[in-house]
């Protein structure tokens, strides 16, 4: 049972800095993808950044430079780092992980972790 645990999230003011963690668990299959999505009240989930085992990352377009995604593979551990926030960051934030079991491919999320960016 793979499964992804989420940490690090919460309250900040107005561009300060935050990072959130997500640590997988579970699986016997490489993480192919691990990313962050996020999830505003009354939006659809949107993705953040995503960074593949390779080390390539996809950033949203609204992320404008401002957060950072790192891995582990080793410890099948992804994190990203969010700096100069905005009330408009303000979102639950899911960890996300594709994995490939040699004849599917599956996503697997996390429970998601609130952050608050107050002005």
């Known amino acids: 049972q793979v499964q992804l645990v989420e940490s690090g999230g919460g309250w900040v003011q107005a561009g300060g800095p935050l990072t959130v963690s997500c640590e997988a668990s579970?699986?016997?299959?490489?993480?192919?993808?691990m990313g962050w999505y996020r999830q505003a009240p009354g939006n659809v989930r949107d993705l953040v950044a995503k960074i593949n085992r390779d080390g390539s990352i996809v950033y949203a377009d609204f992320v404008r430079g401002r957060f950072t995604i790192s891995r582990d593979n080793a410890k099948n551990t992804v994190s990203l780092q969010m700096n100069s926030l905005t009330p408009e960051d303000t979102a639950v934030y899911f960890c996300?992980?594709?994995?490939?079991?040699?004849?599917?491919?599956?996503?697997?999320w996390g429970q998601g972790t609130q952050v608050t960016v107050s002005s």
């Open positions: 996300n992980a594709v994995i490939y079991h040699g004849r599917r491919w599956d996503a697997y």
């Open positions: 579970g699986s016997r299959d490489s993480i192919i993808v």
